[in-house]
């Protein structure tokens, strides 16, 4: 749970400076909404604050694709 913490506050921070302070505007869901033009870019910028916030070696990230129309599943990770 600490690092998650110590992740969700560095990365508020990184989106501020990049994004401005209506980016870290938290939503009902308690996320933030930056205006992210790529998928590329939002998994770049986590990439960086979880090395920043000092996890790197401890947290990975990892989603799930499921692909339309199909029942295969792809595990990804970063």
Do not use: C
């Not at 990365?11 to 205006?35: C, H, M, R, W």
């Amino acid at each position: 749970m600490k690092m998650g913490v110590e992740v969700y506050h560095k990365l508020k921070s990184v989106i501020k400076k990049k994004y401005g302070q209506e980016a870290v505007n938290v939503g009902d869901e308690g996320g933030f909404a930056p205006n992210i033009q790529e998928n590329k870019e939002g998994l770049e910028s986590l990439k960086t604050v979880i090395a920043k916030a000092g996890t790197q070696a401890k947290l990975s990230l990892e989603w799930m694709l499921l692909l339309p129309n199909s029942t295969r599943k792809t595990k990804h990770t970063i």
